[in-house]
């Protein structure tokens, strides 16, 4: 078999990438690991910038979207025991931010390709590529017990931390920047009504918590947890004891519908490139999720990594792609920034001493009395520019 575009990965970065390849009348074929039903079922990030609902939008995906999901004009910090409102419309010159499930925009993405007959192989084992810094690179994987081959152009590497397509380049040409934080989050989702209409990030003195949701009856909540939490020490009525200290009163509780435990890291591999491989998404970076950041910066690198193969398919060289890595890393550190500031912001350290609380608590005294200060964090939460 073969194609321009082969994608590893079938989640909104391999995903989008192949929609807004075939809009420009480039071929790709996605393979993904799993099934479609686990990966339809797989919940995770669930808040879009600006930029993102758009570029959806100009996909030709956003169409349920547009229908369901929840426009966001503002957000509260909570700590004190006051609510703090950021009005992230007025500090932005109108922006907003929109909440829809991942898994959402996921099932939106298949459903349309494989509508349109194009290829996407679901449960495809031993998922190996080759000849990356060749012209002619492949993948082989097995699909049914069959061994499979595809010969490509370029080849995505949209397969996530955990994919391969990353540690298939030499490590020598990698350079990796990497932390990890001395805690975790445990998240719900339940079948109960948002405690309010925007999303609420508390900082609390047993440690952080967030209130968000997916729709006007379902929400979903984070608290702060050890970094090895084990969720069967996590009965119900203690995650919602635990909520409704760090949180407080006016939270609704529910059927919890599932349950999970989030590491928190930053990572980046530099560059996002080796040849005729190309990183996008989570496969090359990971932000922890207190900025709502991961799946907003995949489909940045993927706006990237289109028009770099648009000009090369149509022959204009490949001065795009040569440059992709840098463009796409200039983001990716300011979004990195960003998800370790609110982090560092809101969390609880065990081992900070009585001065590096009172330096946090100023800073936010500072963020909810100044408008500078707000600015800041809203244009970097609505969706810095794009490079393009
Ligand atoms: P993934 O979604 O990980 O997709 C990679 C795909 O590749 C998967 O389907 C996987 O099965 C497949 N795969 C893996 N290995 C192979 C292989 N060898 N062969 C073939 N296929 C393979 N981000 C936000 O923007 N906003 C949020 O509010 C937010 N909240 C989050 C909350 C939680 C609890 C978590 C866990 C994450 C959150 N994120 C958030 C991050 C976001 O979910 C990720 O950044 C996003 O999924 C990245 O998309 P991706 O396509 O790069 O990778
Ligand atoms: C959601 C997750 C986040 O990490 C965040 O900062 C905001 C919203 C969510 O799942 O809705």
Not at 231 to 241: G, N, T
């Amino acid at each position: 078999m073969r194609t321009q575009v082969g994608i590893v990965g079938a989640g909104p970065a391999g995903l989008l990438l192949a929609q807004m390849l075939h809009q420009r009348g480039i071929d790709s074929v996605v393979l993904e690991a799993r099934s479609r039903a686990h990966i339809e079922a797989r919940i995770r990030a669930g808040l879009l910038e600006q930029g993102s609902v758009e570029t959806l939008h100009a996909a030709g995906v956003a169409g349920r979207l547009h229908r369901e999901a929840l426009v966001h004009h503002g957000l509260a910090l909570r700590f004190g025991g006051r609510d703090h409102r950021l009005d992230l419309s007025a500090l932005t010159g109108g922006k907003v931010v929109t909440i829809y499930g991942q898994q959402e925009a996921v099932k939106d993405m298949i459903a349309i390709r494989l509508d349109a007959g194009l290829p996407l192989h679901f449960g495809a084992e031993e998922v190996a590529i080759h000849d990356i810094a060749t012209a002619r690179p492949r993948i082989t994987w097995r699909e049914d017990g069959v061994a499979r081959e595809l010969d490509c152009d370029v080849i995505a590497g949209c397969d996530g931390f955990h994919g391969i397509c990353r540690p298939s380049i030499p490590a020598a040409d990698l350079t990796i920047f990497d932390r990890i934080y001395p805690f975790a989050w445990l998240g719900i989702l339940s079948r109960s009504p948002p405690m309010s209409e925007e999303l609420i990030y508390a900082r609390h003195p047993e440690g952080f918590a967030l209130a968000t949701m997916r729709s006007t009856a379902i929400s979903r909540l984070y608290l702060q947890c050890a970094p090895d939490e084990d969720l069967a020490r996590w009965s119900d009525d203690r995650i919602w004891a635990a909520l409704r200290t760090r949180l407080g009163d006016g939270l609704k509780d529910g059927p919890i519908l599932q349950k999970g435990v989030t590491a928190m890291r930053s990572f980046v591999a530099e560059p996002m490139r080796h040849g005729r491989l190309f990183l996008a998404g989570d496969a090359a970076h990971i932000v922890p999720p207190t900025g709502a950041k991961g799946m907003n910066l995949a489909i940045a690198d993927v706006r990237v990594l289109v028009r770099a193969l648009e000009a090369f398919f149509a022959g204009r060289g490949e001065a795009l792609m040569d440059s992709y890595s840098a463009t796409c890393l200039d983001r990716v550190w300011k979004v990195q920034r960003f998800s370790w500031w609110m982090t560092q912001l809101l969390h609880r350290y065990d081992d900070h001493d009585a001065f590096e609380e009172r330096i946090r608590r100023a800073e936010l005294d500072y963020l909810a009395g100044s408008t500078a200060a707000q600015t800041t964090l809203a244009e970097n939460y609505v969706g810095l520019p794009y490079a393009d």
